[in-house]
C-alpha cells in the first residue's frame, strides 16, 4: 500500500486502489489533513476521485487551490496517462478533467498526488456567486462522446 507523505511540498503521493482511510491515518500521523467532510471512508482514493472527491473542500473557495496536484492511470485505450505534478495554473490543458468525476469512462487512476493542508492553517476564502454546476450544452456533450469515441479505439 502505497503512501508517501512530502511535509514540504504538502502532497501525498498514494497508489488509487489505497482506501481514503488508511490515507487519513497516515496523516493523522504526520499532521497535515485532507481535510475532508466524509462519512464513508472505505472507500479507495480511485473509487473517490472517480466519484469527482465527495466530502472535498468546496473548490471556488479558493480556485487556486487543488485537492490533486497529479496522476498517473491508464486511458481506456491502453495508453499511459501521467500528469506530473505541478500548480495547476502552470500546465495547459486540465487533463485532470478526464479523470476527476468521471466515474472511469475516461482513465483508471492508479497513482495520485493529493494536496494536504497543515491542521489548524488559515486558508483563503473568496466565495463564488455563480452558478457552480451549469448544465452540460450540447456541444459540450458532442466533445466529451468524442473522447469517449477516441478512447474506446
Known sequence: MKI????????????????????????????????????????????????????????WLDPVDQIVAGLEGTLKNGQLLSIRPAPRRAVGPDLMALAIGCGGRFVTITRAWLRVHKVGAAR?????????DPAVSDAEAAIVARIARALSG
Not at 488508511?22 to 473509487?47: C, I, K, Q, W, Y
Not at 483563503?124 to 457552480?132: D, L, Q, V
Open 124 to 132: 483563503p476564502s473568496a466565495p463564488f456567486a455563480c452558478e457552480r
Open 4 to 59: 508517501d507523505i512530502d511535509p514540504v511540498s504538502l502532497l501525498v503521493d498514494v497508489g488509487g486502489d489505497v482506501p481514503l482511510e488508511a490515507v487519513e491515518a497516515a496523516l493523522r500521523r504526520a499532521s497535515p489533513a485532507l481535510t475532508l467532510d466524509v462519512t464513508d471512508f472505505s472507500r479507495s482514493v480511485r473509487g473517490w476521485l472517480d466519484a469527482g472527491a465527495p466530502g472535498a473542500r468546496d473548490r
